[in-house]
Nanobody, 117 residues
Framework: QEQFVPSGGGLVQRGGSLRLSCAASGIFFRFYDMGWYRQAPGKQRELVAAISSSGVTNFADSVKGRFAISRDNAKYSVYLQMNSLKPEDTAVYYC???????????WGQGTQVTVSS
């Protein structure tokens, strides 16, 4: 099992920006497909953005054009730049990933993002 530690959440006004970071523990990070997920109260966890080991990115329709995902393999890290934030983006954000789209991390630690209207 891998450990992924997200950070960077906070309280922001509508239209604001936040940048989330996720630090991985494994030296094989560069082989991992990574994703940012979020879970709002009373809702299912959903995949927000993904980046493959080769750098191909995908986004949920709800965040396309507003969010960007990137990675720095030398720092074992993946990032989520969130712009034009909306109240409906309020959720706990998690990162997870592994080789061939496996999920090696647990869901215990997330970072709270709250967007006020």
């Amino acid at each position: 099992q891998e450990q992924f530690v997200p950070s960077g959440g906070g309280l922001v006004q509508r239209g604001g920006s936040l940048r989330l970071s996720c630090a991985a523990s494994g030296i094989f990070f560069r082989f991992y497909d990574m994703g940012w997920y979020r879970q709002a109260p009373g809702k299912q966890r959903e995949l927000v953005a993904a980046i493959s080991s080769s750098g191909v990115t995908n986004f949920a329709d709800s965040v396309k054009g507003r969010f960007a995902i990137s990675r720095d393999n030398a720092k074992y890290s993946v990032y989520l730049q969130m712009n034009s934030l909306k109240p409906e983006d309020t959720a706990v954000y998690y990162c997870n990933g592994g080789p061939n789209n496996r999920l090696l991390g647990s869901w215990g630690q997330g970072t709270q993002v709250t967007v006020s209207s």
